[in-house]
């Protein structure tokens, strides 16, 4: 491994000895080191290639403290610049990548108005900020496509799958909230389960204890058969009960008491 020093001793007439003004375009060859953790080793491209190795290079961040900051450390192969703080060569820094000619990051999201942030990781996480006028977006998308968008022009938050079977939508223009998926539904708090079973078109909920409470009206309906069943079944009319049957009415027990 050469120091900057050694490096720019013979090649560039600017050097003193000591301080070089300007930066250096290079590629990083490495970052991952338990010894220089959050920097990366640069090779300078300006000279013969192999040969222009440096020691490990500290990153410019826009934000950065002890406990907090950004994180961002360049990928093996990028294209990146290396400053000098005060151009002193044993002050090395890296600013930051250069796109290399005909980056698709660049013309995929080229914007006129610049209405259009991205932000896109290797491994194809994917995060994309619209601030066109009254239609402002976020959308964090994952390398499987599921996605998570909030949207001010529909006044709404979704999450959802590639194929838009399964998702959350919060709709707050209208007020609604849609729960949506191709299989199984499940609602769990403690002990109380609420299974919605879209393959065999059953509802299920347990609990110790429910109640169904409505200020004018219940109605339950079964086309094939209703049932009711418990230790003790009490059913009770304030005002008025009718029992009726079209066809015949059995009423059995130990003892069956009629008033």
């Known amino acids: 491994m050469n120091g900057i020093t050694d490096l720019f001793q013979k090649e560039n007439e600017y050097f003193d000895g000591q301080h070089l003004p300007g930066f250096v375009q290079g590629v990083v060859v490495e970052n991952n080191n338990d010894k220089f953790k959050g920097m990366v080793k640069v090779e300078f491209t300006v000279w013969e290639s192999g040969k222009n190795m440096c020691e490990w290079v500290r990153l410019l961040s826009p934000y950065g403290g002890k406990d907090y900051g950004t994180y961002l450390v360049p990928e093996i192969d990028e294209t990146v610049l290396v400053g000098f703080i005060g151009g002193s060569l044993k002050r090395p820094f890296l600013l930051g990548s250069l796109y290399p000619s005909g980056a698709a990051m660049v013309s995929e999201n080229f914007d006129k108005k610049n209405q259009k942030k991205r932000l896109k990781t290797k491994g194809g996480l994917d995060l994309l900020l619209s601030e066109e006028d009254g239609k402002q977006s976020l959308t ?76 004018n009206e219940i109605a339950m309906k079964a086309n094939s058969a209703w049932k009711a069943e418990g230790a003790q079944v009490d059913i009770k009319g304030q005002a008025k009960m009718n029992l009726q049957a079209s066809g015949p009415v059995a009423i059995k027990g130990a003892v069956v008491q009629i008033n």
């Open 140 to 215: 964090v998308t994952t390398p499987k496509g599921s996605t998570l968008t909030l949207d001010d022009e529909k006044e709404s938050c979704r999450v959802a799958d590639k194929d838009g079977k399964n998702g959350l939508t919060l709709d707050y223009k209208n007020g609604k909230v849609e729960l949506k998926s191709e299989k199984v539904i499940s609602i769990k708090a403690g002990s109380v389960e609420l299974s919605l079973d879209g393959n065999g078109g059953a509802i299920t909920l347990k609990a110790k204890k429910i109640s169904l409470t409505a200020d």
